[in-house]
């Protein structure tokens, strides 16, 4: 047991109840959904505002899955912690996405190569001017070699990380995708990333498009905490790989 003390956003005083990889997906429900889905033996080991985590097994290997809420500050603070407090080594962002591209629609499965954002959070938080911030290459190379063994396509593309949701400033196709060649958008990878960069630690993301700015095909809710099984299988495979 490494006893430590509780964080304002993690209740676990045993540092150890973490396994040293941990999957985040977005959705605290679909943290439950794996656990109850994959894991054997799971234990929910967080419950503060909701935010599940849970530590079970997996083909007979330890593995936490825990929520990160929805964008960078939510992310930040409990990638944060988990390095810093608890000692894990390595997190693989698992979530939705939107699709700026044709070649990558509803339902395909996307591997961050890089994540460029506008936002401030690297600067802010580490002096950070680059505005893209990049995973770690061997655990990159670790999910698509896990694809490759699983049989499952994936697309590997620079993520775009947002601020804001509802944006209404600005040509984002234009902005975004025509200067910096984006091929997804999400919420959360950026700062993910340049807190791995500032900590020393490993991260990666593995993102299911729930959602095309091009056919303008979309997800329920439903579908997407429970329907994007080849994304956590994939990344599943990619956490117990040695």
Do not use: W
């Not at 802010?124 to 070699?145: C, H, M, R, S």
């Not at 694809?147 to 990380?161: P, Q, W």
């Not at 400033?169 to 975004?176: F, H, I, R, S, Y």
């Amino acid at each position: 047991m490494r006893e430590v003390t509780a964080t304002p956003h993690i209740e676990v005083l045993d540092a150890d109840l973490f396994a040293k990889t941990v999957l985040m997906p977005g959705d605290p429900l679909r943290a439950e959904y794996i656990a109850k889905t994959y894991l054997k033996d799971y234990v929910k080991i967080n419950s503060v505002r909701n935010m599940y985590a849970f530590t079970g097994y997996y083909k007979g290997k330890k593995v936490t899955v825990m929520g990160s809420g929805m964008g960078m500050p939510s992310i930040g603070i409990y990638s944060f912690e988990l390095y810093e407090h608890y000692g894990v080594e390595n997190i693989i962002r698992i979530g939705s996405c939107g699709s700026y591209v044709s070649e990558i629609d509803v339902y395909d499965v996307v591997v961050a190569t890089d994540a460029y954002s506008e936002s401030s959070y690297a600067k802010v938080a580490f002096g950070y001017e680059e505005v893209i911030q990049k995973p770690d290459q061997a655990l990159t190379k670790k999910i698509n070699d896990c694809a490759i063994k699983l049989g499952y396509r994936v697309v590997n593309g620079r993520v775009h990380s947002g601020d804001v949701f509802y944006r209404r400033n600005g040509d984002v196709m234009k902005d975004v995708v025509g200067k910096y060649y984006c091929d997804v958008v999400e919420m959360e990878s950026f700062a993910l990333f340049a807190n791995a960069r500032y900590l020393g630690k490993r991260a990666a993301c593995i993102l299911t498009v729930s959602d095309s700015f091009i056919s303008h095909k979309v997800t329920t809710s439903a579908e997407r905490q429970s329907s994007f099984n080849k994304m956590m299988e994939i990344a599943l495979e990619a956490a117990i790989s040695e």
